[in-house]
């Protein structure tokens, strides 16, 4: 299942990666529904609005038709792809509450 806004995948190499080779392999899309970054859906969103808002259907359906088999062959992307949940949670540890903290205090 596809996860709804990139920016919850920055961390995961995995989604990383699949995103890329969506956006940058075969025929070229750009300026499409099926690109991300749609110059055409105005300024705000070609530079962060993909980040945020649900993808068009046509950029998931990219996204799924992305082969993947050369990192799913790799250990080490395999490994880190089953710790995304640790990995987010050691994010909020070693990031987000260190800045917190002087914040609030």
């Known amino acids: 299942m596809e996860k709804p806004h990139v920016a919850f995948d920055i961390p995961e ?3 990383g ?3 890329h080779f969506s956006n940058n392999s075969g025929p070229v899309a750009n300026e499409t529904d099926a690109d991300p970054h749609n110059a055409k859906r105005g300024f705000f969103f070609s530079h962060v609005g993909w980040l945020i808002l649900t993808p068009h259907p046509k ?3 990219k ?3 992305v082969d993947m088999s050369d990192l799913e062959a790799d250990p080490i992307v395999m490994w880190q792809k089953r710790q995304a949940l640790s990995t987010t949670i050691l994010h909020i540890f070693n990031v987000i509450l260190p ?3 002087p914040v609030y205090f």
């Open 13 to 15: 190499l995995w989604f």
């Open 99 to 101: 800045v917190a903290i």
């Open 59 to 61: 950029v998931v359906e």
């Open 17 to 19: 990666v699949k995103f």
């Open 63 to 65: 996204r799924t038709s």
